[in-house]
């Protein structure tokens, strides 16, 4: 009988994650003066990372970060943001995302090369706790069986595939000022990580500087 409880529990907060971040999505939608765009928005983008993490620990929610399915949806609705989302809500286009505020609400287009299928780009997110997307278009909320774990016990475990480890340790930091445990983390990984990571992109002449997205 409990186990039923808990099923019934799960799924009516998985709704109500649900709403709540679909509600987020027609805020933004709001204030784009084209529908065109708006509609490209919904197919090609999703949230991942902090906002859910934040929302399923019941944390303030510094910003919702978007991110782009493919490079070529990134381009096509970059170059429209500024134009059909009104001067108003605009903050800022620094290197790694164009930012708005919309109603009280701080949304981050974050650029390529942070762009790929949801699930390949949560997988190469730095900490399990942030694995986890709402895909606009499906209307629907996945969360990695590494998020629910990392959740449950809310543990801090490094992703050793991370796309930018550099950030890692700075971010283990903010994570432990709130109350995540680090007290399983081997920041062996996260050394290693980051000079594998700069080989790879030595070799590959990729000097990009990285963001951080949570």
């Known amino acids: ?47 991942a990372g902090g906002c859910i993490r934040n929302l399923r620990t019941k944390e303030p929610i510094k910003d919702f970060d978007i ?45 390529p090369p942070y762009c790929g299928s949801p699930d390949v780009v949560v997988g190469r997110f730095d900490y399990t706790n942030c694995m986890a997307y709402y895909d606009f278009y499906s209307n629907k909320l996945v969360e990695t069986e590494a998020f629910k774990d990392a959740l449950a016990h809310k543990k801090l475990v490094f992703n050793v595939d991370a796309y930018n480890p550099e950030i890692a340790i700075d971010r283990c930091v903010n994570f432990t000022t709130v109350g995540w445990d680090d007290s399983s983390l081997d920041y062996k990984d996260i050394v290693h990580s980051v000079a594998k990571t700069k080989r790879r992109r030595s070799s590959s002449g990729d000097s990009t500087e990285r963001g951080s997205f949570d």
């Not at 009988?1 to 009516?12: C, E, P």
């Not at 709704?15 to 197919?43: G, P, Y």
């Not at 800022?92 to 164009?98: G, I, L, P, R, Y």
Request: hydrophobic share 45%.
């Open 1 to 47: 009988m409990r186990l039923l409880v808990n099923k019934i529990k799960s799924k009516l907060f998985k709704e109500e994650t649900n709403l709540f971040l679909l509600q987020k999505l027609q805020n933004l939608l709001s204030v784009i003066e084209n529908k065109k765009l708006a509609d490209k928005i919904v197919k090609n983008c999703f949230f």
């Open 67 to 111: 991110f782009f399915k493919s490079e070529e949806a990134a381009k096509e609705i970059l170059q429209d943001l500024t134009f059909y989302i009104p001067a108003i809500n605009f903050m800022f286009n620094s290197k790694h995302t164009v930012t708005f505020r919309v109603n009280g609400e701080v949304y981050q287009f974050c650029k």
